[in-house]
């Protein structure tokens, strides 16, 4: 679902620990890491597509968390021209993104990367909050920057 401004639209999932660690995720094949994340379908609500992201990437489901906040806002991000399918109608310049803070309430056992036949990622790992800030590609970090301060009210409340 692309609007008219060349934007897909997108789910960001900020997943956390009973620590205030949150799930850092290599993308497959790459020295890569991120947030899971993916696009919502037609007909799909921001929520319905963050329960199905978060299945298909992390093999979790609705049960093995809890929704904790999410962004007041669509985030944006535009990829670097040479990221941009020029030969794609309608053209995609970049991603807006509705962010969810989750708190995993199950065992870190649940987590399974091979859930999908196709994955997105070959490793994750817990890491402290402000972290991903530093770590996820360039094009990214301004949205993770907004994303973790709107969420950060809502750790301090888990972890005090």
């Not at 995720?25 to 963050?50: M, V």
């Not at 009210?153 to 005090?160: C, Q």
Request: charged share 25%; hydrophobic share 35%; aromatic share 14%.
């Amino acid at each position: 679902m692309i609007d008219s401004q060349g934007y897909r639209a997108n789910v960001g999932i900020v997943l956390c620990n009973s620590l205030g660690q949150l799930l850092w995720c290599k993308r497959y094949g790459q020295d890569a890491w991120q947030f899971p994340q993916g696009g919502i379908s037609d007909n799909e609500t921001p929520e319905e597509a963050l329960f199905r992201e978060l299945t298909e990437e992390t093999g979790l489901t609705q049960d093995d968390v809890e929704v904790m906040a999410s962004s007041k806002e669509w985030l944006k991000y535009r990829l670097p021209p040479h990221f941009v399918r020029r030969k794609c109608f309608p053209k995609c310049i970049g991603q807006k993104q509705r962010w969810f803070l989750l708190r995993m309430i199950s065992d870190d056992s649940r987590i399974d990367l091979d859930y999908s036949s196709l994955p997105e990622f070959d490793g994750w790992q817990w890491v402290e909050y402000w972290q991903p800030i530093q770590d996820v590609v360039f094009f990214k970090r301004n949205v993770y920057e907004k994303a973790l301060k709107e969420f950060a009210p809502h750790m301090n409340a888990l972890i005090s």
